[in-house]
């Protein structure tokens, strides 16, 4: 018998620990199938791996064939550890048996039970009174014996699972048998859910996930209530995971005042490069619509078929180019106001292309004003690009979208910024091909060619100098049938532009040495620039050739930037810009020079006022302003104000304000935007008569209960635009939402549980 109470390695240890040792080894694993953090232990042992085993003692019964471990066993492999009272393995008959205090570790995934016993050839065995935890879902499984009946399936008697913390949970479900498929779903039957130690459903069989991938099963179903638009409305999801690459949902949808609804999500990824998503809707609404304070809307006579169709793909080929699809289409204009309440574009929108295929760019509710199908194709050199896109526009403004222009093709060549046979001028350019559609009104070809030459000067630490000169040829060619008095079928322009900017920062650190705020850095950034556009007869230019407008103007700014040098309390530094306002206006020369005839035609160059304000004098406080001032009436044109305070706790308001005037406003348009320095044109655009507030409110009551409130109100017409209630109450594995909403067209009622680890459901 030899003594090991000290942790020795591999090659240290006895014959009998050898036996073992590679008897025990395969255990390790138990729970690999379950979690990927034990792959690794599968592996073949080898010597440049360092195993370490204590124990009291380790014997060997020659008579018996017996290897036993006693005493405080501990095996540690590659982070995974197996500990136990005493360990034995029976050579003959191949079976290991662990007693006493017996945990698996691997990682964060833990097996606990009072004895383990299991084959050391087909890995299969048992754990009695066990316990099992999986971090990744932090999912909790015990059971009188928990079972390892396959190669990855487990079964467990006397079963619960659970995602809570704590020997009391606040909520688990119970069976007498489960069955738990791993990397897929759990399955039991007779099965109690529990709330707290009271049972409140009982279910004849129940599918949970209980996975690392993917695996075909029913999700959880979506329950709501819409009192004007949809009624009683209930949607079960069923997943399908056809292959390695491929996977599909299909939704089935119940409203009662509408029918039934039936949706379909495909989603593929040929490799890393290449991927997408399929969505299809289909309805025969049913609803009655008459209403008569909407005079753009067609009455609903009942049976309309009611539809929506997206596909997403992109595919990156390896020469530095892709392809990318955003199709979009829907039956009828009115497709998201009658679903705004919820639909597939709401519960996948997502800003970013960070996650690949939950990627709704557009905002599917009622204020979407159109909707854009694209197709494009983008090849990307050291200095060049080339795009070409295809673009259907669909516009919910319009009782049809007959005249609205579409663009198939648009073939855009850029080449960035690079210097002229090394000298210190540069050169870019853009050169574009255009096909405008539209069934009616005027429609054609269109050609631009737009080269801009820059030299930057810089004088040392204190201003940069930079002068422009634009070239713009263009020519379009008609090939509509309608007859246009005076517009000829063809034609062309060239005009140029000269511009330059003028810019300078100067700037000095204050030392505050306080506890939090070390020194503050006020920088100001005063800029000017000037453009100059001859006049150019562009009366026969059809319509879908953009004007360019004379143009002699001077706008001119500056931006003042506060910048604190911050102080954490772990020692390191930060820096924050607590506020940035920037004024800025334009002056034109031509409106300054103007002949004015009488009084009534007062001669008005300067521009309107643009002022940007953002201020965030404490992580907690933020405030921003973007405001336009007239000059030539004294009043504002726009005023937009949003306020946000918070604390600690999470208690937060949020205060919004919108306001414009109607009548015409100074717009700067960077319509010759290439790369780096862009020449500004100004031109006016109409402002459209507005006064909103908004306001939201979260209150944290205690550490788990939480209140929200919402209104959006448009002051103009006395209108509320949305009013909502919520009330969300959370612990560490649960939370129940209760929210009420109220617009123009539906009251809404809705009340959510999620069961961290298992989903949401709720009506």
Same mark, same amino acid.
């Given at each position: 018998m030899r003594k090991a109470r000290e942790p020795v390695t591999i090659a240290a240890l006895s014959l009998p620990g050898m036996m073992i040792l590679r008897a025990i080894l395969p255990w390790l694993c138990f729970l690999s199938v379950l979690s990927p953090a034990f792959a690794p232990a599968m592996e073949p042992l080898r010597g440049d791996k360092p195993v370490m085993i204590e124990a009291d003692s380790i014997a060997y019964d020659e008579e018996r064939? *017996? *290897?036993? @471990?006693?005493?405080? *066993? *501990?095996? $540690?492999?590659?982070?995974?550890? &197996?500990? @136990?009272?005493?360990? @034995? &393995?029976? $050579? !003959?008959?191949n079976i290991a048996t662990a007693e006493g205090n017996v945990v698996l570790r691997s990682e964060k995934d833990v097996i606990e039970g009072e004895r383990a016993v299991f084959n050391t050839q087909d890995r299969r065995g048992v754990v009695y009174q066990g316990k099992m935890f999986l971090a990744e879902n932090h999912f909790y499984l015990e059971g009188s014996t928990i079972e390892k009946v396959g190669a990855e399936s487990y079964r467990a008697t006397d079963a619960a699972v659970t995602t809570c913390d704590g020997d009391a949970p606040d909520w688990r479900i119970r069976s007498s048998e489960m069955d738990v498929t791993v990397d897929g779903y759990g399955t039991l039957k007779h099965g109690r859910f529990y709330a707290g130690g009271v049972p409140v459903l009982y279910v004849p069989y129940f599918l949970f996930p209980a996975k690392t991938t993917r695996q075909s099963g029913f999700l959880l179903p979506r329950f709501a209530y819409s009192m004007k638009n949809s009624g009683l409305d209930l949607e079960v999801p069923f997943y399908w995971a056809i292959s390695e690459d491929t996977d599909a949902t299909f939704f089935q949808r119940y409203m009662e005042k509408r029918g039934f609804k039936e949706g379909m999500e495909f989603r593929y990824a040929a490799s890393e490069k290449s991927f997408g998503t399929f969505y @299809?809707?289909? &309805? !025969?609404? $049913? !609803?009655?619509?008459d209403d008569p304070d909407d005079d753009i809307r067609p009455d609903w006579q009942g049976g309309e078929n009611r539809w929506s169709l997206y596909w997403n793909h992109q595919t990156t080929f390896p020469d530095n180019s892709y392809l990318r699809a955003d199709i979009r289409k829907v039956s009828d204009r009115w497709y998201f106001r009658d679903f705004t309440g919820w639909n597939y574009y709401l519960d996948h929108y997502a800003t970013d292309d960070r996650r690949k295929f939950d990627r709704v760019s557009f905002l599917g509710d009622e204020t979407l004003a159109s909707l854009d199908s694209t197709v494009r194709f983008v090849r990307n050199w050291d200095f060049y690009n080339l795009t070409v896109l295809g673009q259907f526009t669909d516009n919910f403004a319009t009782l049809n979208n007959d005249a609205t222009l579409q663009r198939y093709p648009e073939i855009t060549l850029t080449g960035t910024k690079r210097p002229i046979f090394g000298g210190p001028a540069y050169l870019e350019f853009t050169t574009a091909y255009d096909y405008f559609y539209r069934t009616e009104g005027q429609k054609g070809h269109f050609y631009d060619l737009q080269p801009i030459v820059s030299l930057p000067l810089t004088f040392g630490d204190y201003a940069q100098f930079t002068p422009q000169f634009l070239l713009k040829g263009s020519g379009w060619s008609r090939d509509d049938q309608a007859s246009v008095a005076g517009l000829s079928r063809q034609g062309d322009r060239a005009l140029y532009s000269l511009g330059a900017t003028l810019s300078s920062e100067v700037h000095r650190i204050f030392s505050v040495g306080g506890k939090t705020v070390d020194k503050i850095r006020h920088g100001i950034r005063p800029e000017i620039s000037y453009i100059y556009t001859p006049y150019e007869f562009q009366g026969d230019a059809p319509d879908f050739v953009t004007q360019v407008f004379e143009q002699h103007t001077v706008t001119y700014g500056v931006i003042n930037t506060l910048m604190a040098k911050l102080k954490e309390p772990n020692g390191k530094t930060s820096y924050r810009e607590f506020l940035r306002f920037k004024l800025s206006q334009s002056f034109d020369i031509r409106e300054s020079r103007r002949n004015v005839q009488n009084q009534e035609q007062e001669k008005r160059p300067f521009s309107d006022v643009d002022l940007e304000l953002d201020l965030l004098p404490h992580p907690q406080v933020s405030f921003s302003a973007r405001n336009k001032y007239s000059v030539n009436s004294g009043d504002w044109k726009q005023t937009n104000y949003d306020l946000g305070l918070s604390d600690k706790r999470g208690d937060s308001v949020t205060l919004g304000y919108r306001y414009a005037k109607s009548g015409d406003t100074t717009i700067p348009g960077y319509l010759y935007a290439v790369s780096g320095n862009t020449m500004v044109l100004n031109y006016r655009a109409p402002l459209t008569p507005l006064q909103e507030v908004n306001l939201a409110l979260k209150a944290v009551i205690t550490e788990r209960l939480e209140a929200n409130y919402i209104i959006r109100e448009n002051r103009l017409d006395n209108q509320v635009v949305e009013e909502s209630y919520g009330v969300r109450y959370k612990k560490q594995c649960w939370s129940a939402d209760i929210a009420y909403v109220n617009t123009p067209n539906d009251r809404r009622f809705t009340i959510m549980f999620v069961l961290y680890g298992l989903g949401k459901a709720g009506f």
């Open positions: 064939d *017996v *290897v036993t @471990a006693s005493g405080g *066993v *501990v095996i $540690r492999y590659e982070g995974n550890t &197996l500990a @136990a009272d005493t360990v @034995a &393995l029976d $050579r !003959k008959t @299809a809707d289909y &309805l !025969k609404d $049913r !609803k009655q619509f």
